[in-house]
């Protein structure tokens, strides 16, 4: 089975309508990035802005494809590893941290599934998640309830064929009828996000989701550190390229002055 959820690293190096389009998305996160400095808003801010962007991107870069499968309760491919960039972690680490007591009222223990996916997957390669495949945490009856914080990873990865994710799931199929606007616009977002990060002086690399969230929830105050500069989910960081290489391509595509 042969999925792309893992990094945005490997894309092509947009060009045209597309380099025009990494660029303003570049320079509009790195406002939103000056004007939140230091604060949970600025997190939340900035988050809206790079999701809201996707979101709508897809719509206009994908009308020509065919529907994608993907439905509320199918969960086929929330088994396989996630990465997130900081603002993405601890955007889900504060909705968990609002989310979780209430639904552990209604015996949902959230942080608990968290903590024991992460245990199990734990530096678990791709090809080792997908030979034995570990849950989500975040699905409680089929449906994920961090979706409305679900990372870009999570967002770019859309199936066209339902039976054929269910094929690959069990073995039996080694690629998916996936969409490539979904995946481009993905990579794009994420990229021009990670771009603006670095010139910020933020830690921009991608992070294993599970470990990382775990790692904020542990830690006394990851946004603060974070914002001072410091890498507060060091250990869980999962570059799928050397990040020297990746500074290269960033300085290849920045904006002009």
Same mark, same amino acid.
């Given at each position: ?33 000056? *004007? ?14 790079? %999701?809201?962007?996707? $979101?709508?991107?897809?719509? %206009?870069?994908?009308?020509? +494809? ?13 088994? %396989? ?9 601890? %955007? ?25 996916? +992460? ?6 390669? +791709? ?9 989500? !945490? ?53 990229? *021009? ?24 929830? $542990? ?23 050397? !990040? ?12 002009? *002055?």
């Amino acid at each position: 089975m042969t999925v792309d959820t893992a990094s945005a690293a490997h894309a092509d190096l947009p060009a045209g309508d597309d380099l025009d389009f990494y660029r303003a998305l570049h320079r509009a996160l790195a406002a939103t990035l000056a *004007a939140g400095r230091g604060s949970t808003a600025g997190v939340e801010r900035l988050m809206a802005q790079a %999701l809201d962007t996707f $979101d709508g991107n897809v719509r %206009l870069r994908c009308a020509d +494809e065919p529907p994608v499968a993907c439905r509320k309760a199918c969960a086929t491919c929330c088994h %396989l590893r996630v990465v997130a960039t900081m603002p993405e972690v601890l %955007l889900a680490a504060h909705f968990l941290a609002r989310v979780a007591p209430p639904l552990a009222d209604r015996g949902i223990d959230l942080v608990g599934a968290l903590r024991a996916a +992460e245990a199990m997957t734990h530096r678990r390669s +791709e090809a080792e998640r997908v030979a034995e495949p570990v849950r989500c !945490p975040f699905l409680a009856q089929g449906v994920c309830v961090i979706y409305p914080v679900r990372p870009l990873a999570c967002r770019g990865h859309a199936s066209t064929d339902a039976r054929a994710c269910v094929e690959a799931a069990a073995g039996r199929r080694a690629e998916l009828p996936a969409s490539a606007g979904h995946r481009q616009v993905r990579a794009l977002v994420q990229s *021009a996000l990670q771009s603006s990060l670095r010139d910020a002086g933020l830690a921009w690399g991608v992070y294993e989701f599970n470990e990382a969230l775990v790692t904020a929830l $542990d830690h006394p105050g990851p946004a603060a550190a974070w914002w001072a500069g410091d890498d507060p989910l060091a250990g869980a960081r999962c570059d799928e390229l050397p !990040p020297g290489e990746q500074e290269q391509v960033f300085d290849r595509l920045r904006p002009p *002055a």
